[in-house]
């Protein structure tokens, strides 16, 4: 406590003369250069190799960008800056400018927070119908201007940027994808982590990071969410915050302390929309998980790390490493313990709540750090084959089923990162290809990890996608026995070769007149302003939501008919077992609900929500004319 009164005296000036003195160690003795290039007496400090400070740049340029959502009438906005020296001032104008306004109309002051160096700014009952001018200056100083737009309801496709993985060996600016995006003008970026591989120095990682694509982020909604490496371990298994004994974390926990992490997070996920359910975890560490919707796509923002079990010590030992497995005579069950988590109790309650409240929502969807399988055989070198690889969500089994089965709920795809292979994959809970559709994001820079897809016999699954010019394609198991079936990969053809390294970011299309979800896959250096540039192999692909719950129909429930209402919300819920069997916005007045098993059904119904039953014990039969439904508003 003491510590945070002196850091909010810190920032608004009251105690600069001892600023160097009292924080050249925000994080404690333990960890004496954490963050070093951007605390003390930074711009004093000059690293090896080096001719100046790391982040001293000229102070006109100290303002560097700035990224925000706005969702249920709240705008939220983080201004990042480059460190300050003492004698600079501590607080940060947003000023606004609408189409009427003549002149910038200053609405809210902030201070910079330390460490970190950001500010961030909140503002309550934001018209989301105008588009309007922002700009975030720091006094005199220095300045940087965007645009928030308005949220996108009236147009028919939402155009999603998906990207991951950021490698710092290659530095410089990423110009070929930024400008690339703002061709395609996606109404929403996301980051699904690996911003900074820079693990001790976030502040330097995320800054540059930001400035690599402050031109795409200024002027749209921006998801950013950190992974691993943004929080400086080479793998996370969070278990609710506890300590981790090195960076590599099998054992489960975060290494670096809980003001380090809360650091990372605030800076990259602050202008999120509230979480869910803010309670702390273990040592103060916070969470973020949470929904974010843009025109009329809904989407969920999990949490894959925080509270997932770590596996040394929990499961045998069964290659290398604790999470590497490459024994092929190992019991999966062995490794699917009982008392292990993914996900976590707190945010399966938040899937199945998020998947039934459809307020402002036609479509869904999930954003998440990595796969919920391993669609990966060759890690890190193409000589290196690996059975199972725990760090991605395919492990635990069970959780990873539990989650899919509540995604599939919704009709809802999955977009991810992590992996540094792209591949768009069907999942398979119960039976092959039963589940809802994945997209993995290919790495920005893929210079760090490189993976392949390539099954041992090189022979083709079962139900291969027609006419695909991959040879790998259609129904496999991964090296944990999950289900899926490959649609598209995008293979490193020479990692030596910027140009052939699988370099790139995807594209995901939502379009709501259909329900139709398009997944694009670009490499780097693609032109899109050219109108023959080639996506990788194996896209585009385009799904329709409803073949996200992809089990097989074995009859339909009685039409329904709704007298005074347009699309509304229709849940289906088993009698027996009491599962809801999906809660979907239909399109139009009518809909006939499809069930995959033998029983009797309640149906419920409402504007956003399931809030009304309308049949009771239905059961599926044949010629049914129909139900006429008026519901209450």
Sequence with gaps: MRFLLFSALVIVGLLRPVLAEELAQPFGPDFPNLDSNAVGEWWKRIPKN?????????????????????????LKLTCQLYPLKPDEPRQVHLELKGPEDQDWQLVKTEPVIFPGWSAHFRIDQWDNSRTVEYRVRLGDLSSFEGVIR?????????????????????????????????????????????????HTQHTFGWLEFGMQFRDILKDRPVVTIPDDHDVGQANIWGEDGKKAATPAGPQGGFYYPGSYVNMVQRCQTWHLPDAYDPTLIDREIGVYYTRLRVGGIDFAILEDRKFKSGPEGKIPKMGPRPDHINDPNYDRQAVDLPDLELLGDRQMQFLDEWGQDWQGAEMKAVLSQTAFCGAVHL??????????????????????????????????????????????????????????????????????????WHPLDEKAGAKPVVGSPLPWTGQYEDGLGNLIRMLAYANPQDRSDET??????????????????????????ANVADGDAAQFAGWPLEIKSHENDGREIIGYLPELRFQNVESPVVQVVHDE?????????????????????????????????????????????????????NLRR
């Design 150 to 198: 308005k949220d996108p309801i009236d147009k028919d496709e939402i155009v999603v940027g998906s990207l991951s993985c950021n490698s710092s060996r290659t530095p410089g600016p990423r110009p070929t994808i930024v400008e690339n995006l703002l061709k395609q003008d996606p109404d929403l970026l996301f980051f699904a982590g690996d911003q900074s591989y820079h």
């Design 50 to 74: 080096a001719n100046k400070p790391r982040l001293l740049v000229p102070r006109e340029d100290v303002v560097a960008f700035a990224i925000y959502t706005h969702d249920r009438g709240t």
């Design 379 to 452: 890690h890190g070198s193409p000589s290196n084959r690996l059975l199972a690889d725990l760090d991605c969500n395919g492990w635990p089994q069970t959780g990873r089923n539990v989650a899919l089965r509540s995604i599939r709920r919704a009709w809802a795809p999955h977009l991810c990162g992590d992996q540094h292979l792209a591949v768009v994959v069907q999942h398979g809970i119960e039976a092959a290809s039963d589940g809802p559709f994945g997209f993995t994001s290919p790495a920005i820079v893929n210079t760090i990890y490189g993976r392949w």
């Design 577 to 629: 077992t009491k599962e809801v069997i999906y809660t979907i916005r239909i399109q139009g007045k009518s809909f006939r609900p499809p069930v995959y098993q033998d029983g009797t059904y309640t149906i419920r119904s409402g504007m956003d929500q399931p809030d009304q039953i309308v049949v009771r014990n239905s059961k599926q039969q044949q010629g049914v004319e129909g139900i006429t439904v």
């Design 500 to 525: 052939k390294r699988a370099d790139g970011y995807g594209v995901v299309r939502f379009r709501k007149s259909d329900r139709s979800i398009v997944f694009e896959c670009w490499p780097r250096f």
